[in-house]
């Protein structure tokens, strides 16, 4: 253990010999732990694991309903991944399953393409399982962790926030006890405004509904005390001990099939393809920035390192083998990782525990939740699609930086209005444009001298700054590609035409130009014609080692002489100076 590590904590990434690293096994980080695990961790992963089983249930065959396919579902997609992860997961704490926020994105594939058939929903979900897990797991062998991290927070906020709503919404018939065809928040908004008029709420069904979702919100304040499991056996007891279900109609989960999971390869209508890849193409996307972000908060806390190509590859691999198990897409979770973490868990071992009790549960007492009521399942969604929702950080988003709360806003309409999906297509294209945006319309400036400052400034900020007659210092505060190369062009001829002496040479400050590609090249290459017809030089100052590089690779670096770069801002206006025999003093 590391030395600086925080008391009673492990390392959130695998140590061994140097070994182990470099070898095959650094790809298996869970049977690096087996073989230097030390006796002294076995009983808290043993207690944490049987803490966290109690979780694990209800909130698995939760999320499966809430996913469109069978409770028991929820519990195969519980135990493979779990187990999966052990051995390819980076993470000794992370804990894995099925998720509130990938339900409504399963749900939005699997309703449409089922057709209430629940053999075909299972296999839907469990084909975009393995797309899902193919996908991280490709992307992470060629190092695209890196991708989660291109969704700015706002966007990731409007997403989710979307997301939830979607979540709150569907369960909320589930809650008073009848039922809607789906289609989406707003139509089900409408369906179930109908059904309350209507007299369809089923008054035992949201009693306990309610009652459970208090219970959890009240009791989700006590970080130690497991009010999931506290709430839904206290709406099951109600149920089995009155005989709801048959006095007032209060639908439950029913039994469960006994036995374990098997192995079972998806097969769909090829017809439905191409919905299943765009669907497991969304859900590792949402599973991707959930994962990254859970990882890196542990990563920071526990001040250990964190491999997010690595994690990638292992939520891949989890995602693969539930598919292949009757399971579906899952992601870490937000809720289960802490009640791991406080539970004392050491190691992956935890989730082995978990994964194992949950079997066992299966196989001999497969019939212990039949009495469990649908609303207090819809009740655990709801608290869990509560918790997605954020809303403190967007006021204060809207107060340092308006459009950016609107750009999160307009993701949060993207998924209401156009679903999850295409929500999600949204997102990705907004932080595109919003990554594109910064790069197309760049800050540019004419550069000064200014008294009692070093260096040379921006005259619009200092009006008072002194401009080397016949030089104009233009700086472009961003890489040149093909979206900004024509702006620079007109931006540098309108400093020249602006100049209040007749300009004799443009200095490109180009520090902040970090990259160049073809169409830009070719556009400095026109620029130079065009100065040099009206007896104007064109050079640069500061500019990087790589550009260098790429403009000797464009052939332009010849076309201009070395003599055109110099070092700094300074050594390019000394030179001007000389050439021109201009008086200056700097």
């Known amino acids: 253990m590391r030395a600086d590590a925080p008391e009673g904590n492990c390392p959130l990434t695998t140590s061994g010999p140097p070994a182990d690293r470099a070898g095959w096994l650094r790809w298996l980080p869970g049977l690096q732990v087996l073989r230097h695990y030390e006796r002294a961790w076995l009983p808290r992963d043993l207690v944490a694991g049987l803490v966290l089983t109690t979780m694990l249930v209800p909130v698995g065959i939760a999320y499966a309903v809430a996913s469109g396919v069978p409770g028991i579902n929820g519990l195969y997609a519980t135990i493979v991944p779990l187990l999966a992860y052990a051995i390819f997961g980076p993470s000794r704490i992370l804990v894995l399953g099925p998720d509130s926020s990938l339900a409504p994105v399963i749900l939005a594939i699997v309703l449409p393409l089922s057709r209430g058939d629940p053999a075909r929903a299972v296999a839907v979900a469990s084909l975009m399982a393995v797309v899902s897990g193919i996908v991280c797991i490709v992307g992470g062998a060629l190092k695209l962790g890196f991708v989660t991290e291109l969704l700015s927070k706002p966007i990731r906020y409007g997403y989710m926030n979307g997301i939830a709503f979607t979540v709150l919404v569907s369960q909320v018939p589930k809650l008073l006890g009848f039922s809607i065809d789906e289609g989406g928040p707003l ?95 969304a859900v590792a996307m949402v599973a991707l920035a959930d994962t990254s972000v859970l990882s890196r908060t542990y990563a920071a806390r526990l001040r250990t390192p964190v491999d997010p190509s690595r994690e990638m590859i292992a939520l891949g691999a989890a995602n693969l083998a ?24 050491k190691t992956q071992l935890t989730g082995v525990v978990g994964a194992v009790a949950v079997a066992l549960l299966l196989v001999f007492a497969p ?59 949204l997102a990705i294209g907004l932080a595109v444009i919003e990554f594109l945006w910064d790069g197309w319309r760049p800050h540019h400036a004419v550069l000064g001298r200014v008294e009692g400052l070093r260096g040379y ?79 104007i030089e064109l050079k640069f100052a500061e500019m990087k080692d790589p550009v260098k590089d790429k403009l000797k690779r464009f052939e332009l670096f010849e076309r201009f002489g070395e003599a055109s770069f110099a070092p700094t801002i300074g050594a390019a206006v000394d030179a001007y100076v000389r050439d021109h025999s201009v008086p200056w003093k700097p």
């Open 457 to 535: 400034h921006d005259v619009k900020r200092y009006p008072d700054a002194r401009v080397v007659p016949g030089l104009v210092l233009f700086r472009w505060d961003a890489p040149l590609f093909f979206a900004n190369a024509e702006l620079f062009h007109e931006r540098v001829l309108e400093a020249v035409g602006r100049s209040s002496t007749p300009v004799k040479r443009v200095v490109v400050a180009a520090e902040p130009v970090t990259s160049i590609d073809v169409t830009s090249a070719d556009m400095l290459a026109d620029l130079e014609q065009s100065l040099r017809a009206q007896g």
């Open 187 to 281: 139509r089900d908004i409408a369906g179930i405004v109908r059904s309350i008029v209507d007299g369809r709420v089923n008054p035992a069904s949201a009693g306990i509904g309610f009652g459970t979702l208090a219970a959890i919100l009240v009791l989700k304040r006590y970080k130690r005390v497991p009010g999931t499991l506290i709430a839904v056996v206290g709406a099951l007891l109600v149920v089995a001990g009155f005989d709801l279900d048959r006095t007032a109609g209060v639908k439950v989960l029913g039994s469960l099939p006994q036995g374990l999971p098997s192995f079972a390869l998806p097969a769909i209508p090829l017809a439905d393809l191409r919905a299943v890849v765009i669907g497991g193409c």
């Open 367 to 425: 019939n212990l939740l039949s009495d469990l009521p649908s609303s207090a399942l819809a009740a655990v969604v709801i608290a869990a699609a509560l918790g997605l929702f954020e809303v403190s950080d967007l006021r204060r988003i809207f107060r340092i930086q308006n459009w950016e709360f609107w750009l999160s806003i307009v993701c949060f309409l993207g998924v209401v209005f156009l679903g999850v999906i295409e929500g999600i297509g």
């Open 322 to 345: 539930g598919g292949l198990f009757h399971g579906f897409p899952i992601s870490s979770s937000s809720s289960r990782t802490p009640v791991a973490e406080a539970s004392g868990a």
